[in-house]
């Protein structure tokens, strides 16, 4: 089981990004799949999480509107689209996947698989 991440870099205030997961060893549609973020010297961050069967996500509060999560069960893949970037959205991000059984949306678990991270500085 793997978790691959990709797309960050560094953006301007106001610019956008999109992040890429790309998971290998298991079907994304069976997993609980999120994306966290964390800044230096900051808690972890649950950014977005979707229930395996894809009839619920979560957005925290600090993304709704901006972010936008996406799952692509054919390319078993994970995508981010990050909108009207802010500089406190800098962060290193991960994806991150727990298999059915082990709900990890809204805080409810701890995920069972991680991915390196990709680095999101937004900064002018």
């Known amino acids: 089981v793997q978790l691959v991440e990709s797309g960050g870099g560094l953006v301007q205030p106001g610019g956008s990004l999109r992040l890429s997961c790309v998971a290998s060893?298991?079907?994304?549609?069976?997993?609980?799949m999120a994306w966290f973020r964390q800044a230096p010297g900051k808690a972890r961050e649950e950014v977005t999480c979707?229930?395996?069967?894809?009839?619920?996500?979560y957005y925290a509060d600090s993304v709704k509107g901006r972010f936008i999560m996406s799952r692509d069960n054919a390319k078993n893949t994970l995508d981010l689209q990050m909108n009207s970037l802010k500089p406190e959205d800098t962060a290193m991000y991960y994806c991150a996947a727990s298999p059915r059984g082990s709900d990890i949306c809204a805080g409810r678990g701890e995920p069972r698989t991680w991915g390196q991270g990709t680095q999101v500085t937004v900064s002018s």
């Open positions: 979707i229930i395996w069967h894809g009839g619920y996500s």
């Open positions: 060893g298991f079907t994304v549609s069976n997993y609980y």
